[in-house]
T-cell receptor, first 115, second 114 residues
Framework: NAGVTQTPKFRVLKTGQSMTLLCAQD?????MYWYRQDPGMGLRLIHY???????AKGEVPDGYNVSRLKKQNFLLGLESAAPSQTSVYFC??????????????FGPGTRLTVL | AQSVTQLGSHVSVSEGALVLLRCNYS??????LFWYVQYPNQGLQLLLKYTTGATLVKGINGFEAEFKKSETSFHLTKPSAHMSDAAEYFCAVSYGGATNKLIFGTGTLLAVQP
């Protein structure tokens, strides 16, 4: 049981390049999330999904797109990378809330640098 | 909008001393409350959570937190710090519902001095 995995672990891009970050979970969770972590700002929600085929915007969605074609995978895309997107990206997943709040399980992160 | 405030971005304690990390939330509706820990170059790991029931919550590694509704607080404590507690700690709140979204504080970096 690997939990939440993220690919790649590190990446360096040039301004204007595109890339896709992959998140996979093997816990059969309905909900998945993408966050970015920047110094002094905690974690901010980029996009999230409450089920296969559904996505929604979070707090800081601009410049990112996502897709959830399979329940276990959640992809985060950068179409034209900018230096402001230099950050550490975390994926998380959880079971359905069912009227209360459930723990989110986090992946190890992807460190992205945009030059 | 709901928010989470963590007082002190850096806290330093001596090994064996009390650890106190502060967290306050802004909401008239009591949320669900979480503390996560992040060790260097790793993801976030749940320390403890409060959803319902007893307001004093015990977590892993000897940490505990008390939900005080009147003070809108959920401070994290540990009686005796260990070198291995050095990490960044994040308080987070959720209101459940259809999305289970978390709102994070900005984090507190705990240093433990020998």
């Amino acid at each position: 049981n690997a939990g939440v995995t993220q690919t790649p672990k590190f990446r360096v891009l040039k301004t204007g390049q595109s890339m896709t970050l992959l998140c996979a979970q093997d816990m059969n969770h309905e909900y998945m999330y993408w966050y970015r972590q920047d110094p002094g700002m905690g974690l901010r929600l980029i996009h999230y999904s409450v089920g296969e085929g559904t996505t929604a915007k979070g707090e800081v969605p601009d410049g990112y797109n996502v897709s959830r074609l399979k329940k276990q995978n959640f992809l985060l895309g950068l179409e034209s990378a900018a230096p402001s997107q230099t950050s550490v990206y975390f994926c998380a997943s959880s079971t359905q809330a069912s009227g209360r709040s459930n723990e989110q399980f986090f992946g190890p992160g992807t460190r992205l640098t945009v030059l | 909008a709901q928010s989470v405030t963590q007082l002190g971005s850096h806290v330093s304690v001596s090994e064996g001393a009390l650890v106190l990390l502060r967290c306050n939330y802004s909401s008239s509706v009591p949320p669900y409350l979480f503390w996560y820990v992040q060790y260097p170059n790793q993801g976030l790991q749940l320390l403890l959570k409060y959803t319902t029931g007893a307001t004093l919550v015990k977590g892993i590694n000897g940490f505990e937190a008390e939900f005080k509704k009147s003070e809108t607080s959920f401070h994290l404590t540990k009686p005796s710090a260990h070198m291995s507690d050095a990490a960044e700690y994040f308080c987070a709140v959720s209101y459940g519902g259809a999305t289970n979204k978390l709102i994070f504080g900005t984090g507190t970096l705990l240093a433990v001095q020998p």
